[in-house]
């Protein structure tokens, strides 16, 4: 018995972990999750290019010319 409750104390977040895995995929809220990823990744995505859009423009064009 003293060596499970080890095992869950040292576990215990990867333990919780796999549960709230198993929830959201049986939920399927991992499309809600990805969607609102998604979002916040072409805000900031988006945030950067307006602030340096001349460091953009000149990274991509010597990636656009090496292709």
């Excluded at 796999?18 to 990805?34: G, K």
């Amino acid at each position: 018995m003293d060596e499970f409750k080890k095992f869950i104390s040292k576990y215990s977040g990867t333990i919780i972990g796999i549960i709230v895995a198993i929830v959201i995929l049986a939920t399927r809220l991992y499309d809600l999750i990805i969607g609102v990823v998604v979002i916040i990744l072409g805000g900031f995505i988006g945030n950067y290019v307006q602030q340096n859009k001349d460091d953009v423009k000149s990274k991509l064009k010597k990636w656009i010319d090496k292709m």
